[in-house]
């Protein structure tokens, strides 16, 4: 079963929409490859989907240990290479909210990082590059 409907809108842009709940997202290539740069491209969306798979995982195994960690919040930057062209390095800092989180509530949280679908996914010439701020 389709999972995202796209259109490319031309312009080097598409609008892709989830069927299951109708949101849309927009993607523009970048200034740098000849697109407007008004929206993500789809290379952000790759930094993106990194970042928010791992905060995904961390959430639900928070959540199963009864470990707030409501107001994380991301800084991803994505390194781009050339020939080929292709996304080199994601660097993704969690900064985690100032709740006395104990040592082994940081580990637990940390160690699942690397083992969500998303960075078992991608190629393994990227690097990952992952930092927590407690």
Not at 80 to 100: L, Q, S, Y
Request: net charge negative; glycine share 8%.
């Amino acid at each position: 079963m389709t999972t995202i409907k796209t259109k490319y809108l031309g312009g080097l842009r598409t609008e892709n929409i989830h069927l299951q709940s109708g949101a849309k997202i927009i993607t523009d290539a970048p200034c740098d490859n000849r697109g407007k740069g008004e929206s993500f491209s789809p290379t952000d969306m790759l930094a993106t989907a990194l970042g928010n798979c791992i905060m995904t995982i961390m959430g639900i195994k928070a959540m199963d240990n009864n470990i707030d960690i409501e107001g994380t919040e991301l800084d991803i930057t994505k390194v781009m290479a050339e020939n080929p062209r292709r996304v080199a390095e994601v660097i993704i800092e969690f900064n985690f909210p100032d709740k006395g989180y104990s040592d082994d509530e940081k580990a637990l949280i940390e160690s699942v990082a690397g083992t969500s679908p998303v960075p078992l996914s991608v190629h393994p010439d990227l690097k990952q590059t992952i930092t927590f701020n407690w």
